[in-house]
T-cell receptor, first 118, second 110 residues
Framework: ETGVTQSPTHLIKTRGQQVTLRCSSQ?????VSWYQQALGQGPQFIFQ???????GRGNFPPRFSGLQFPNYSSELNVNALELDDSALYLC?????????????????FGNGTRLTVT | GQQLNQSPQSMFIQEGEDVSMNCTSS?????WLWYKQDPGEGPVLLIA???AGELTSNGRLTAQFGITRKDSFLNISASIPSDVGIYFC??????????WGAGTKLIIKP
């Protein structure tokens, strides 16, 4: 069983640039969630994708967007990067009937992408 | 963003000691989760709690779901060096979202 894999592991970008982060779900999983984890903090929910559509979103601006592909892999795109976007970005997958609920489908996390914005 | 209140922020312990940490919220949760995160890795689920008053164990780890549904506790007995890391509590906020605490960092004194 292949776990959740994320790429790249580290990335340095300049303020105002755009970035794309990638995630391959654990085999057999159909739902992908993205979380932002600032240094010394717990993860913050960005959004979840099920059947290639966003079916839940946290308190993040529209410049954070995503995609889910037919093979359940996913991308997180961030436009117009700001210094505060520097964080560890975590991808998590699960198998959920109808895209939820989380109660019945534990999240499996990847090791994250460390993004630094200068 | 929304966050659970987790304490202590960090703990310095001797190998072999027991450890206790807790998590509180102003809101009711129907599911509490405890995760551990090692440096350079993503969080790994340790224990899931689904019912108020529930006490669940996973090896040396024991967690409890508070009766009010606004808190949870995690205990680690007879700590060993590999217990070092950051422990997070999380509550399921909706069908798709977890709300997390800021973590408790466990450090073993040499």
């Amino acid at each position: 069983e292949t776990g959740v894999t994320q790429s790249p592991t580290h990335l340095i970008k300049t303020r105002g640039q755009q970035v794309t982060l990638r995630c391959s779900s654990q085999s057999g999983h159909n739902t992908v969630s993205w979380y932002q984890q600032a240094l010394g903090q717990g993860p913050q929910f960005i959004f979840q994708y099920y059947r290639e559509e966003e079916n839940g979103r946290g308190n993040f601006p529209p410049r954070f967007s995503g995609l889910q592909f037919p093979n359940y892999s996913s991308e997180l795109n961030v436009n117009a990067l700001e210094l505060d976007d520097s964080a560890l970005y975590l991808c998590a997958s699960s198998w959920a009937e109808g895209g939820g609920p989380l109660r019945n489908s534990p999240l499996h996390f990847g090791n994250g992408t460390r993004l630094t914005v200068t | 963003g929304q966050q659970l209140n987790q304490s202590p922020q960090s703990m310095f312990i001797q190998e072999g000691e027991d450890v206790s940490m807790n998590c509180t919220s102003s809101s009711i949760f129907n599911t509490w989760l405890w995760y551990k995160q090692d440096p350079g890795e993503g969080p790994v689920l340790l224990i899931a709690l689904y019912k108020a008053g529930e006490l669940t164990s996973n090896g040396r780890l024991t967690a409890q779901f508070g009766i009010t549904r606004k808190d949870s506790f995690l205990n680690i007995s007879a700590s060993i060096p590999s217990d070092v890391g950051i422990y997070f509590c999380a509550g399921i906020y909706s069908n798709y979202q977890l709300i997390w605490g800021a973590g408790t960092k466990l450090i073993i004194k040499p």
